[in-house]
């Protein structure tokens, strides 16, 4: 006689609560090796230690346990090879969305830190360096519904063309013959040299300055850059500061002498 385990004494040595380990009964991906007839109680081989913990896994990266039987032979046996690579692949998975999140915490970290210095200047010189942006034209203005509507499309398009997108968003501005066009922004990682995809701005070597300004004042500071020092290219860009107001968010202006 196999020496046999209560739910509870699974519970401790497996280190899963035992409404886990209930659960997984009723939806029939765990089967006791035995029940007492007389008092119902449910008893389990020292080898369901490990299964129960693989179950676990699978439910904590997103393998639906009710599919789970598709591993289960009719006479029980489990195919833990398929069911193993399945977990990994989850957990690859995983593992890219948590770079990308440390990654978008790492870059709200520097908007918040050069957001600290537009607020305790004016005219900030900024040098963030060689940098990309995917453009399309656009008649809505930053911060409306049009504008966050085209965004949304624009980043599908983004991953659709194999480019990464780079967490930054805003509105870049042209004048031309005293009209000011207008394009939906998305900031993208370095772009291949031989890349064949169009509406891509390089924003290279450009003198810029940087300031914070509100939706409210943006008009006629757009006015006064291109009155009094004939500035033809503005980039907008939404930005994260410490504190922030929803209220009247502040909006990162770049324009390129």
């Known amino acids: 006689m196999h020496s046999l385990l209560t739910i509870g ?9 035992i409404k886990a380990l209930r659960y997984y009964e009723s939806i029939n991906i765990l089967k006791p090796t035995y029940i007492n007839p007389q008092n119902g109680y449910r008893y389990f081989l020292f080898a369901t230690i490990d299964y129960v913990k693989l179950i676990k896994i699978c439910a904590d990266y997103g393998i639906p346990l009710k599919e789970f039987t598709q591993f289960i032979d009719k006479d029980g046996q489990i195919h833990i090879a398929e069911l193993l690579q399945q977990a990994e692949e989850k957990i690859r998975l995983k593992e890219l969305a ?3 999140d440390k990654y978008q915490i790492e870059q709200f970290k520097k908007q918040i830190n050069l957001s600290n210095q537009l607020d305790h ?4 010189h ?10 399309e034209s656009t008649d809505a203005t930053i911060l409306s519904e049009g504008y966050y509507h085209g965004i949304q499309k624009m980043i599908l398009e983004i991953k659709k063309k194999n480019l990464i997108f ?3 968003i805003g509105i870049f501005m042209v004048k031309n013959e005293d009209q000011w066009k207008s394009f939906l922004a998305c900031k993208v990682q370095k772009c291949k040299k031989d890349s ?7 924003l290279k070597n450009s003198h810029i300055h940087a300031e914070h300004i509100t939706k409210h004042n943006l008009e006629n500071k757009i006015k006064q850059l291109s009155n009094e020092q004939n500035i033809t290219k503005i980039l907008l860009l939404e930005t994260i500061e410490e504190p922030y107001n929803f209220q009247t968010p502040h909006i990162e202006l770049r324009y390129f002498i």
């Open 9 to 17: 004494q699974l519970s401790k040595l497996s280190g899963i609560h």
């Open 98 to 100: 948590i770079k990308e």
């Open 121 to 124: 200047s004016s005219h900030y």
């Open 126 to 135: 900024i040098e963030p360096g060689d940098e990309d942006y995917f453009l």
């Open 166 to 168: 780079d967490q930054r």
């Open 196 to 202: 064949l995809v169009k509406n891509i701005i390089c």
